[in-house]
């Protein structure tokens, strides 16, 4: 095993609201898909071999929420910038930037426009 996760999926009450916060405050575009169960996902960028992930609405089955699993999202070069963009998109920064250790770099973590906790991590 390379890596310890390979996907991992975001819950979303609104898919629509939920891709906008995160492109604004990633700076990137999702890429959206239908499943013929009622599955709609925003997929994040991905270089291939990479790993990957989704935003995912499907009420059934997904519950936004801050408590569980905590996903750290890639915030290189520095998250600090991502963490700038949170509040005025309709997120809440909980934790600022914080130094983990010079070798493992910095993380921040904040509630997104779903009621979701997420984290971030960067070597700057």
Request: proline fraction near 7%; avoid cysteine.
């Amino acid at each position: 095993m390379n890596n310890a996760v390979s996907w991992f999926e975001i819950p979303a009450a609104d898919l629509s609201r939920a891709k906008a916060f995160y492109e604004t405050i990633l700076a990137v575009d999702l890429h959206p898909m239908e499943f013929p169960n009622g599955l709609k996902m925003a997929v994040f960028p991905t270089e291939q071999g990479g790993i990957g992930g989704a935003l995912a609405h499907y009420p059934e089955f997904y519950e936004p929420g801050k408590q569980g699993a905590l996903v750290y999202l890639n915030g290189n070069p520095d998250l600090g910038k991502v963490l700038e963009r949170v509040d005025s998109s309709g997120g809440q920064v909980i934790m600022p930037k914080t130094q983990i250790s010079p070798e493992y770099g910095y993380m921040g973590v904040f509630m997104d426009t779903e009621g979701n906790r997420v984290a971030l991590h960067s070597q700057g």
